[in-house]
C-alpha cells in the first residue's frame, strides 16, 4: 500500500517562495516515476512536474519552468518542490501522485496514468 502525504503549504505573497515535501511509504513509491499535479479552484488537475525514480530526470510544465525545480531523496522517501518567484495563478492544491511507470511526455502530464495520489496542500498567493 502506497501512502503519500504532503506538506509545506500556505499563503504567501507574490514573488515568494515556499518548498512542499511529499513524504511516500513502501518500496514502490521510492522506486517509481513521481509527481506534482495542481489542480485551481473550477479548474482540471494540472500537470506541474515529473522525476524519474533515481532522480536523473524532470520534466516541467511551461507555465513553472524555471521558477520550479523537484528534486527527490530516496533515502529518505521524500520528494520535493522548490516554488519561487510564485505568482497569484499558482495558487492551487498540490498534489503529489507515483505511477508505476516511465512513458512519453504526452502519457506522463495526464492525471488518470497516475496510481497513486495523496490528499493535496493547499498553496495561496497574494497579490
Known amino acids: 500500500q502506497v501512502q503519500l502525504i504532503e506538506s509545506g503549504g500556505g499563503l504567501v505573497q507574490a514573488g515568494g517562495s515556499l518548498r512542499l515535501s511529499c513524504a511516500t511509504s513502501g518500496t514502490t513509491a521510492i522506486n517509481s516515476p513521481m509527481a506534482w499535479f495542481r489542480q485551481a479552484p473550477g479548474k482540471e488537475r494540472e500537470f506541474v512536474t515529473i522525476?524519474?525514480?533515481?532522480?536523473?530526470?524532470?520534466y516541467y510544465s511551461d507555465s513553472v519552468k524555471g521558477r520550479f525545480t523537484c528534486s527527490r531523496e530516496r533515502a529518505k522517501s521524500l520528494m520535493y518542490l522548490q516554488m519561487n518567484s510564485l505568482k497569484p495563478e499558482d495558487t492551487a492544491v498540490y498534489y503529489c501522485?507515483?505511477?508505476?511507470?516511465?512513458?512519453?511526455?504526452?502519457?506522463?502530464?495526464?492525471?488518470?496514468?497516475?496510481?497513486?495520489w495523496g490528499r493535496g496542500t493547499q498553496v495561496t498567493v497574494s497579490s
Open positions: 522525476i524519474n525514480w533515481s532522480g536523473s530526470t524532470t
Open positions: 501522485a507515483v505511477r508505476r511507470t516511465w512513458g512519453t511526455l504526452e502519457a506522463l502530464r495526464r492525471a488518470e496514468g497516475y496510481d497513486y
